[in-house]
C-alpha cells in the first residue's frame, strides 16, 4: 500500500512538473515581443507614410525631378501598410500572423524606401544644379554677376531633401521593426521545435 501511494504520488509530481512546464510555455509566447515599442513603430511608420505621401504628391505638382516616378507615392503607401501592421501586432494577446505580417512588410518597407532615397538623391542633386541662374542684361545680353544668382526651383529642392529625409527615417525604423520581430519569430519557431521533438 505504501508503494502504491508513492506511484501515485510520483504520478501526482509528474502531472503538476507537466502542466507547469506547460503554462511557463504559454506565457513565455509573446512575451520577448515589446507591443508598446511595436505600436510606438507602427504609428511612427504610419506618420512617415502619410508624410511620404503628401510630399510625393508636392514634388510632383512641383515638376521635381525624378519625381514622375512615384517614389513618394508608392513608398507612403507601403511605409502605410507597414506601419498598420505594427499597430495590430502589437495587440495582446500576440498574434503570430501580424506579428509575422508586420515582420515581413518591413522587409519590403526597406527595400522601397532605400529606392525612395536613391530617386531622392537624384532629383536633389539635378533639381539643385538647375535651380540657378543669373541676372543678365536685358540690352546686352551678359551676366551681371554683381547682383548674384537666384534660385529659380527652391521648392522642388526642398520637397527632394524632405522626401530624401523621410526615407532614410523609415529605413531606421524598419530596421529596428525587423530586429523585434525576427527575435519573436526565431523564439517561437525554436519552442515549437523543441515541443515537437518531445
Not at 505621401?53 to 514622375?68: C, D, E, K, M
Request: aromatic share 8%.
Amino acid at each position: 500500500m505504501t508503494s502504491s501511494g508513492l506511484k501515485a504520488g510520483s504520478g501526482m509530481n509528474d502531472l503538476l512538473i507537466y502542466n507547469s512546464s506547460q503554462e511557463s510555455h504559454a506565457t513565455s509566447k509573446g512575451s520577448l515581443y515589446p507591443a508598446k515599442v511595436a505600436f510606438s513603430l507602427g504609428m511612427g511608420k504610419l506618420l512617415l507614410g502619410l508624410l511620404l505621401l503628401v510630399f510625393g504628391v508636392l514634388a510632383l505638382l512641383q515638376g521635381s525631378s525624378q519625381a514622375y516616378l512615384g517614389g513618394g507615392l508608392w513608398g507612403g503607401v507601403c511605409v502605410i501598410v507597414s506601419g498598420t501592421l505594427g499597430i495590430m501586432s502589437s495587440r495582446r494577446p500576440c498574434t503570430y500572423f501580424y506579428l509575422a505580417s508586420f515582420m515581413a512588410m518591413s522587409i519590403v518597407s526597406l527595400a522601397v524606401s532605400g529606392l525612395v532615397v536613391i530617386f531622392s538623391t537624384i532629383g536633389l542633386i539635378r533639381d539643385d544644379a538647375s535651380s540657378r541662374a543669373v541676372f543678365v542684361n536685358t540690352e546686352t545680353g551678359e551676366p551681371l554677376a554683381f547682383l548674384g544668382d537666384v534660385v529659380i526651383r527652391r521648392p522642388a529642392v526642398i520637397f527632394s531633401a524632405v522626401l530624401l529625409g523621410l526615407a532614410v527615417l523609415d529605413i531606421l525604423l524598419s530596421l529596428f521593426a525587423i530586429a523585434i520581430c525576427s527575435r519573436e519569430v526565431i523564439w517561437n519557431q525554436a519552442t515549437e521545435g523543441g515541443s515537437g521533438d518531445v
